[in-house]
Structure formats: C-alpha cells, structure tokens
C-alpha cells in the first residue's frame, strides 16, 4: 500500500515531497489511466480543503472526464468554456478565487467556491487538463499553483 507522507514543515517542503511520491508511484508504468488515477488519488489524499480533484482529456476539440476523485462531473466540456475549457484553449494555469465570478463558469458540484486549472501540455500538444476544486473562496495562492504546475510537469513525462 501507497502511504502519502507529510512533513510536519512547511507547504512548501511538504510540495516537494507529493512531487517525489508521484514519481516513485508512476514512474515504472506506462498506462496513461492508470498514471492519472493514482496521481488524482495521490493530490486529494494531499490536499486539504477541496472537494474534487482529477483530470480533463482533451479529445475531438473537447475536454472529456478523465480520472477523478470526488462526486461524478460535468462529463464533456468544450474548448474555451468555464474555467477548464478556458485554461485548455489559453494553455495557462486558471487559479479563481471565487468561480461564481468567473464568466461562464461550469458548475458541476455547486459546493465548489474555487479553482485551480492546470493544463497538460506534452511537445506543443494538448493532453488535457488537472482540475482541482474547493468549497472554500481563495482557497488557491501562488504556491500551489507553483508547485501544481510541477506535479503537471512531472506527470506529463508518464503520458
């Protein structure tokens, strides 16, 4: 069994320690599934204050549902909509503070009060994209979207 450790430290050490289990976890295994499923796993079992955490596939011009821990979502979401789509069409990091702000936001889960979107870019092609929500307003800060954007830069090495 996989046991996420933390150091009783700082968030920013505690990052660094995620990051090393995710290689340790995936890096022996080519199945791109399997790889998403235990880092969506890895991330909720990590993070404190969220509510759903997984992955967007980019097919067809769409983002489809991919593995995930949390209540079921929004299965397809187009290019350039809600806070998702709109990561994935820019190719930039979506971190909202309060997504009933955010134009045309998607609601799956109605207890999400906030996002970070990272997006998943392997040699100039779109994978797809980590999503990550929370029940708290500004839940995100700079930090985690730096080291998030890490986890992603990691994982995109087993896609």
Same mark, same amino acid.
């Given at each position: ?18 990051? =090393?289990?995710?290689? %340790?976890?995936? &890096? !022996? ?11 969506? @796993? ?47 069409? =820019?190719?930039?990091? %979506?971190?909202? &503070? !309060? ?11 109605? @207890? ?48």
């Amino acid at each position: 069994m996989f046991i996420v450790e933390k150091y009783n430290e700082s968030r920013d050490k505690n990052y660094d320690l995620l990051i =090393k289990q995710l290689k %340790a976890l995936i &890096e !022996d295994e080519k199945n791109r599934i399997a790889n998403l499923s235990n880092a969506s @796993a890895l991330l909720n079992q990590f993070l404190d204050r969220v509510n759903w955490v997984g992955f967007y596939l980019h097919e067809d011009g769409e983002l489809v549902l991919g593995p995930f821990q949390g209540l079921p979502a929004c299965v397809r979401i187009p290019l350039g909509k809600g806070v998702c789509g709109t990561a994935a069409f =820019k190719r930039e990091t %979506a971190r909202v &503070e !309060d997504v009933h702000q955010f134009p045309g936001h998607i609601a799956c889960d109605a @207890a999400s009060q906030s996002e970070i979107v990272v997006p998943i870019v392997k040699e100039g092609e779109l994978i797809g994209v980590l999503d990550i929500d929370s029940p708290e307003k500004n839940r995100f800060d700079e930090l985690d979207q730096q080291k998030l954007e890490e986890f992603v830069s990691v994982l995109v090495k087993f896609l």
